[in-house]
């Protein structure tokens, strides 16, 4: 299994990005996916997460802001952010079955 992240970048507080995470092989319908990121200094953390079959959990953080949705068809899972804050600066990782995708950057400035 190969994860690849794209779509970070440096955006201003209130802005939006949309997170893709295309993920190689044939069990990614079969699989949970879920987006952590990791701030300088700080643990790595889940911040949202979506089911084999649509259920969606979202950190605190982000309810309200972030979205987690999947296409099966793309082997490929989303995160819309919007509203972005600077405390949302991180490295976003995708994550399927203990596999990582290698994380891109998000910077959000005040």
């Not at 794209?6 to 955006?11: D, K, Q």
């Not at 952590?36 to 605190?60: C, F, H, M, N």
């Not at 819309?80 to 995708?94: G, S």
């Amino acid at each position: 299994v190969q994860l690849q992240a794209s779509g970070g970048g440096l955006v201003q507080a209130g802005g939006s990005l949309r997170l893709s995470c295309a993920a190689s092989g044939s069990t990614f319908s079969t699989r949970a996916v879920g987006w952590y990121r990791q701030a300088p200094g700080k643990q790595r953390e889940l911040v949202a997460q979506i089911s084999k079959g649509g259920s969606t959990y979202y950190a605190d953080s982000v309810k309200g802001r972030f979205t987690i949705s999947r296409d099966n068809a793309k082997n490929t899972v989303y995160l819309q952010m919007n509203r972005l804050k600077p405390e949302d600066t991180a490295v976003y990782y995708c994550e399927m079955a203990l596999y990582w995708g290698q994380g891109t950057q998000v910077t959000v400035s005040s």
